[in-house]
Structure formats: structure tokens, C-alpha cells
């Protein structure tokens, strides 16, 4: 939809990818069922790079949790582009000033956490984090961020999840403190945030940004694409932008995404299981009306 992170992401690299591809790109929204309708779209197209798909784990998400006429296996990953990083934060004026506390605090059966979506890479997170320290706080979810972000400042909730972006104004406004990284590295802006492994929780997500086609692309356009985005990171106007919105880049190769992606399903499709979602989604399902 407008505005929101995938839309965000692709219209500010849509006027730099066209300046290095040589070819004008076009952002079209195609709102309806969290993707489905987009994913159906991508699925009929002409596999000749003329119409593609921004990718992020919501797409997995979506295919997994209904029941879309096209799902991400009817989709060829192209490459990835971005990872965005998971922050873990609190209200700065709450007695936490680590994950450690936050963690500690949770196994005296008090803790009380938190994630924008029920059905998300957020509450997958905060589920595996539960699992890695060996507590068991309840985990609450919300129709969005913003909801979230207020019960986080007002201390009903000790921690919350979510991307730098969500969270911009709160934190340039001193409001709330940033407690870890859940990833692989530190982000650039916020270099003394240290990550969750750091802090001794063996625990890493990847929210990626990049790029799907239609099956059957041919590989000379694959080759095209890659040789393009890997410019594209390395262009130096391009990258004041996405260091400025957070991102991390995260180029994945084609034949690398594709494998990517299906670990990535599987996981999803283990973490909906054993969490309860997809047998209460189901349940919903078959009961029309």
C-alpha cells in the first residue's frame, strides 16, 4: 500500500535503478490481501523482467497463512537487496537497559513483550528469543506498530520489536531507548547498539528487501539484474538514501535467494505451526460467514 515499506523503498530506488539500467521503472501499488493479489498479478506476467515484485517475509507469511491463487512457490526470486534490521527497544525511562534485564526480568514470570502482527517476522522473533533465554514472558500483538510503540512508552509492555523506521520519530524525540540488534551486525547509525549475540543470545533474523519475477525469467536477464543491483548498492547518491532509512545492504545472488527462500519458508512454516497460528487461521477459514 502507499507509504508503506516496500512502497517507501521502491520509489526511492526506482529513479537510481533506472539511471543504471538504462530502462524506466515503475512503481504500481497493488493493494488486496497482504500481497495475494500482487503475488496472482506476477504469476500470469510475461517472465521477461518487464513486471516484478518486492519481496520481504511477508510474502511467505501471506502464502502460508491463506489460501492465494498464487503463492511465493509460484514466484522465481530474483536477488535480494536489503536486509532490514529488527531492533529490540524500550521507553527510555524504564529500568532497562539491556536485553540481559529484560530477559532477567522475564523469568521472574512478570514480562510482558511485544509485536506489531500476530503473523510476522516481529512475533517470530520475540517467539525464538523466549526459546534461546529459556523464559517464558507473554508476548502481545497488535494491529500495527503504532500500537505497540504506545504500550511500550507507557511501560504496559518492557520490550517491543520492530524496524528503525516505525520508530524514527520516538527515538529522534528521546523517547525510547534501543536494547539490541537482532542480526548479524551492528547498524551504522546507532554503532554503540550492540546485537543480541553480543549481549549472549544465540539469535539472528533477516527482514529482507528485494525482488521477485514470474517462473521461466531467462538466465541472461537474471545475469542483468544482478550485475545492475550490485552497481546500485555501490552508487555513492544512492547510498546516502538507504543508510539515511536503515537499511543494510544484503545482495543475495539468484541462485543464492532462491535457496534462501526456501529455508526461509520452511522455518515460517515450522514457527506457524508450533506457535498455534496456522491451525486458529484455518479454523477461521472453514467456517465461512
Do not use: C
Not at 28 to 51: C, F, H, I, T
Not at 133 to 149: C, R, S
Request: charged share 25%.
Amino acid at each position: 500500500s502507499p507509504g508503506g515499506g516496500s512502497d517507501v523503498f521502491l520509489r526511492s530506488m526506482a529513479p537510481h535503478l533506472s539511471r543504471i539500467m538504462q530502462a524506466t521503472m515503475i512503481v504500481e501499488n497493488v493493494e488486496g490481501g497482504s500481497g495475494a493479489k500482487a503475488m496472482a498479478q506476477l504469476a500470469r506476467a510475461k517472465p521477461d523482467g518487464s513486471e516484478l515484485y518486492a519481496t520481504t517475509p511477508t510474502f511467505i507469511y501471506t502464502s502460508l497463512l491463506s489460501k492465494p491463487a498464487a503463492s511465493y512457490h509460484d514466484l522465481e526470486p530474483l536477488v535480494n537487496i536489503f536486509y532490514d534490521p529488527e531492533v529490540l527497544f524500550t521507553a527510555t525511562d524504564s529500568p532497562y537497559k539491556s536485553v540481559k534485564d529484560v530477559v532477567e526480568h522475564a523469568r521472574s514470570g512478570q514480562g510482558r513483550w511485544g509485536a506489531a502482527n500476530p503473523a510476522s517476522l516481529e512475533r517470530q522473533t520475540m517467539e525464538r528469543l523466549k526459546q534461546k533465554a529459556g523464559v517464558n514472558p507473554a508476548v502481545a500483538t497488535f494491529e500495527g506498530g503504532g500500537d505497540m510503540l504506545i504500550n511500550v512508552l507507557n511501560h504496559t509492555l518492557d520490550m517491543g520489536v520492530g524496524e528503525l523506521q516505525e520508530m524514527r520519530g520516538q527515538l529522534d524525540a528521546g523517547k525510547i531507548r534501543l536494547l539490541g540488534v537482532v542480526g548479524d551486525e551492528r547498524m551504522t547509525q546507532f554503532p554503540d547498539v550492540r546485537t543480541v549475540k553480543e549481549q549472549g543470545i544465540d539469535l539472528s533474523v533477516r527482514k529482507f528487501r528485494g525482488l521477485a519475477g514470474p517462473k521461466g525469467m531467462p538466465r541472461d536477464l537474471i545475469t542483468r539484474w544482478e550485475v545492475a543491483v550490485r552497481t546500485l548498492l555501490d552508487d555513492p547518491e544512492y547510498k546516502k538514501l538507504y543508510f539515511a532509512d536503515g537499511l543494510q545492504p544484503g545482495f543475495m545472488p539468484h541462485d543464492e535467494y532462491v535457496a534462501f527462500m526456501n529455508t526461509f519458508g520452511n522455518d515460517t512454516a515450522t514457527f506457524l505451526k508450533e506457535s498455534g497460528v496456522i491451525r486458529v487461521v484455518h479454523h477461521l477459514h472453514s467456517h465461512p460467514g
